[in-house]
């Protein structure tokens, strides 16, 4: 089975949609959260991936700030730029029944295809909501967030039992084996942060676990109208126009 995955969109339906199009042969979605703030339209993103009815989709740490109210405790030098937006246009354009909705999200899937194990967070086994598992890191600290968190007083437990993990969070495609388990991230949708400025999605192969990941040219110049359409204050616009044509944060 061929799994389209999406992750980070971000309020980019422009981007989104491009995806939708160039995609080819899958046979179901998987969604890993962060749909709405950074971008003009997180209500179109919202309704568009509700009419996809992926198979699996997992609340992002962006998604539970909109959902509870809550903070968002994302990378730190865009944190300032995701409260203006959460504030500014994820707020004022979401309805309550899109509200509701990202709050009856999972924070973690766990699901079994054949004799494969797919367990699908957000950011991390060890933290499914604001882990960051980059594949530069040691590999120490990699295994570190591939384990689960004990029930006996909240310590680090074992590494999580899966064949694959899938993860977002980072905005940074990758694939990586470790320890037996292999760790994939499609990169982002609507908000690529590792230099190329196009959006990002994977498929999946839940036989093999081959997985190619696929790059999309969008109008971002569209994206930017719509974004001044809103008269946001300058700064946070120049600021969202930099991520957006640079491809990074």
């Avoid at 971008?39 to 198979?55: A, F, K, M, Q």
């Avoid at 882990?131 to 680090?156: A, C, F, Q, T």
């Avoid at 694959?164 to 320890?179: A, D, K």
């Amino acid at each position: 089975m061929r799994v389209l995955v999406l992750s980070d969109i971000h309020g980019n339906a422009d981007a989104l949609r491009a995806v939708l199009e160039h995609a080819r042969g899958w046979d179901e979605v998987w969604v890993l959260g962060d749909l709405v703030d950074y971008g003009p339209e997180p209500h179109v993103v919202v309704d568009t991936i509700r009419e996809l009815e992926p198979r699996i989709i997992v609340r992002g740490n962006h998604d539970n700030a909109v959902a509870f109210g809550v903070d968002c405790f994302c990378d730190p030098r865009i944190h300032e730029l995701s409260v203006y937006t959460r504030e500014n246009i994820s707020l004022k354009l979401l309805n309550r029944d899109q509200v509701e909705w990202l709050r009856s999200l999972p924070i973690k899937q766990r699901i079994q295809i054949s004799d494969r194990v797919f367990y699908i967070v957000h950011g991390s086994p060890l933290s499914p909501l604001y882990g960051y598992l980059r594949p530069d890191m040691p590999e120490e600290k990699i295994l570190e967030h591939l384990s689960v968190l004990s029930m006996r007083l909240g310590k680090r437990g074992r590494l999580v039992s899966a064949d694959v993990v899938v993860v977002g969070h980072t905005h940074i495609p990758f694939r990586l084996c470790v320890n037996d388990l292999v760790v994939v991230n499609p990169g982002s949708v609507g908000q690529p942060r590792d230099g190329i400025p196009t959006a990002s999605y994977m498929i999946l192969d839940t036989e093999t676990l081959e997985t190619r990941h696929y790059r999309v040219k969008y109008d971002i110049d569209k994206v930017l109208k719509k974004l001044e359409f809103l008269g946001l204050e300058k700064r946070y616009y120049e600021w969202l126009k930099r991520i957006l044509l640079s491809g990074k944060a």
